[in-house]
């Protein structure tokens, strides 16, 4: 997640291999470019014991709350358990991120005087969090109220311009300023207009402010979750599941490439974040791949596409997730499940189009002495399995909800004891409250700015004018309606802001959607799915961008790339929406019905993208291609039509293709 580094944070060993390829693997790392913006190791030794002292007291109240402990018989209110974590941790991202380049030499004053303040005007909310929360302040009461209101506002964006960049400050700034104008918008762009005092009371002391949603998500479900990422990180799991991946598929052809695949997976549950996905892996998978042949800006859009599927991951998924889980009110762990299916045909995606790719171009795998032994791997590792289990376990079994990472944290703590290489010492523990101090600043810094976007959108009303507007233009055609969605999906996603993209459409689009007669769940799954588009697609393209630059390719024809390789993500959003139980939102037996035809689609379309057959080998004509890759897509589709012409498309094709190697062979 974002300036937190993988590779800071666990020594990442190599599997065993020779000493000349390792050095040339290490060589090749090294060129690679820095990521990493904050100015932690920097930090003099007494901000260094304050970020340790605020990131432990911050990770025992949420302990102490999430597990429902009372101090000496008193229970934390929810609104003070919000303050407390942003007194803790937003403080701590003025202490790491630096306001201007120059500055990640030190910390100066204006940081210390931010962070400061950061510390205690929470200390203000919670001396007066009854009357914020049951007589309401709103507008502000004093003026006083209203300046430490105006003050604090001010401090969170620019916290999100450090984290999140310019753009995104610019976003939150010009939302949350919308209610100034919104009277005077025309048409969906309408709204009810606010005054400026209101504005920053509904953002600090309203029910739809910090309090509300950003508390909500930050405090009740992401700070558990980051902790356990924080300590499968520091006991070493990063290694771990590298290692798998490779003892997995390395020996298989193209295996550099489908260890990437599988390896971004299993990360995907330790950063939620395409971008470090793709950094954290990358710098060892990447080079691995070229080493065994395939072009850069190939192996670049591989670790991009499999890292951005990581976030879509079950059992740990992204942010974006838990930010669906706050708006619908739909447990985590039915989430978690529903989105298993569309997360397994993306992979299975990829991984068919590696091994085709490899066939046409006879790539081999890894040599067997450069791969861990399997069981080997595991008897160091089984711990780190047996805690996600448990977090499954938990979540869909125990029906612990948001308090089960925490469990899952303390399992892994008492289980690394039995592993001289993972044991959590004091010195990792150190170590792993510092990392889960670096998430969780992030997380603040990046969280809070919405609630500028919420009350824009929400107290104007123009959420629901934007919503009305979409139906009016969509002509009430439901399949127009999602192709227009789908658009503004993208059109939000390009400034590379995910999570804003989905606010905006859950709280305006989807409720029309739902009155269309779709499902809710398949609804926000398909929201979630298509503002990801923008992180592969070009002109953005910010995950293969970063693949790009790790693989020393062109920028741009690797985003084109990944895109293809990509090509899943395009289209199953649209499909589990129009047949929900693709999600699990039906009978099971349509369930694997859909899924096995469009997993069978899947296969067929890969084999025009990539211009091989299993069986057959090589197509080189540019129409077989075409047609392959049309049959596969109508295969897909959720019509028992379209379905059966895909098939018997396909079955023609095969038949043509095997009848033109007997004839060239004879």
């Not at 706050?326 to 993306?346: D, G, K, N, Q």
């Not at 991984?351 to 069981?375: E, M, N």
């Not at 790339?561 to 589990?576: C, D, E, K, Q, S």
Request: glycine share 10%; hydrophobic share 55%; charged share 10%.
């Amino acid at each position: 997640m974002g300036f937190l580094r993988l590779q800071d944070s666990l020594p990442m060993s190599f599997p065993p291999m020779a000493a000349q390829r390792k050095e040339t693997l290490m060589a090749e790392q090294s060129k690679t470019p820095e990521f990493d913006p904050s100015r932690y190791k920097q930090l003099p030794p007494y901000l260094r014991a304050i970020f340790f002292i605020f990131s432990a007291l911050g990770i025992a109240t949420a302990t102490i709350y999430m597990t429902n402990t009372t101090l000496f018989g008193w229970a934390m209110p929810s609104s003070v358990y919000f303050y407390l974590l942003y007194l803790f941790f937003l403080p701590l991202a003025y202490l790491v991120m630096p306001a201007r380049a120059k500055d990640r030499a030190g910390v100066p004053w204006y940081d210390l005087l931010a962070a400061g303040l950061c510390f205690a005007i929470p200390m203000y909310f919670i001396r007066y969090y009854y009357q914020i929360v049951f007589v309401g302040w709103l507008p502000a009461p004093t003026t006083s109220a209203f300046l430490i209101g105006l003050v604090y506002s001010a401090l969170i964006l620019e916290a999100c311009r450090r984290m999140g960049g310019t753009v995104f400050f610019l976003v939150c700034l010009g939302v949350g300023l919308y209610p100034l104008v919104s009277q005077h918008m025309p048409s969906i762009l309408f709204g009810i207009g606010y005054s400026f005092k209101e504005i920053i009371s509904y953002a600090i002391y309203g029910g739809e402010g910090i309090i509300g949603m950003p508390g909500k998500l930050t405090g009740g479900i992401l700070v558990g979750f980051l902790i356990f990422a924080g300590m499968l990180i520091s006991s070493g799991a990063g290694e771990f599941f590298l290692n798998l991946a490779t003892a997995m598929m390395g020996l298989f052809r193209g295996g550099p490439a489908k260890v990437a695949v599988l390896s971004s997976g299993f990360f995907g549950m330790l950063s939620g974040s395409p971008i470090s996905n793709v950094i954290s892996t990358g710098t060892i998978t990447i080079p691995a791949m070229k080493k065994i042949g395939y072009p850069p800006h190939y192996a670049g859009a591989i670790e991009a596409c499999a890292s951005t599927g990581g976030v879509l991951m079950p059992p740990v998924m992204g942010m974006i997730i838990f930010v669906m889980v706050i708006i619908t009110s739909i447990p985590y762990a039915e989430i978690m499940v529903a989105a298993a299916v569309p997360a397994f045909l993306y992979y299975a995606a990829l991984l068919v189009q590696v091994d085709l790719h490899a066939a046409r171009h006879g790539f081999k795998g890894t040599p067997r002495q450069d791969i861990p032994p399997f069981w080997k791997t595991m008897k160091e590792g089984w711990h780190f399995i047996t805690v996600i289990v448990f977090l499954v376990w938990g979540l869909l079994y125990m029906r612990w909800a948001e308090v089960t990472p925490y469990y899952a944290s303390g399992l892994l703590l008492v289980l690394s004891y039995f592993n001289k290489k993972t044991r959590m010492t004091p010195r990792r523990i150190a170590a792993a409250i510092d990392s889960i101090g670096k998430l969780i600043a992030q997380m603040v810094a990046l969280i809070l700015p919405f609630t500028f976007i919420l009350v824009g959108l929400v107290i104007t009303g123009t959420s629901a004018s934007f919503a009305a507007g979409l139906v009016s233009l969509g002509g009430g055609n439901v399949y127009l309606i999602l192709l227009l969605t789908i658009l503004a999906c993208y059109l939000l996603g390009t400034v590379g802001f995910d999570i804003a993209a989905y606010i905006f459409l859950a709280i305006s689009v989807a409720p029309a959607l739902e009155q269309l007669g779709l499902n809710k769940m398949a609804v926000h799954l398909f929201l979630v799915y298509y503002p990801m588009l923008a992180v592969l697609t070009p002109p953005v393209a910010l995950a293969a961008f970063v693949g790009a630059a790790i693989a020393g390719a062109s920028p741009m024809k690797t985003g084109w790339t990944a895109m293809r390789l990509g090509i899943v993500i395009y289209f199953i959003p649209l499909l589990f929406v129009l047949e929900p139980s693709m999600v699990l939102q039906g009978p099971w037996q349509d369930t694997l019905f859909h899924a096995g035809t469009c997993f069978l689609g899947i296969l067929v379309l890969a084999f025009g993208l990539e211009g091989f057959i299993w069986g057959l080998g090589r197509v080189e004509e540019p129409w077989k291609r075409a047609a392959l890759f049309v049959a596969g897509v109508a295969m897909s589709l959720p019509s028992n039509t379209s379905t059966l012409i895909g098939a018997l498309a396909t079955l023609v094709m095969l038949a043509v293709e095997l009848a033109a190697k007997k004839a060239k062979r004879s």
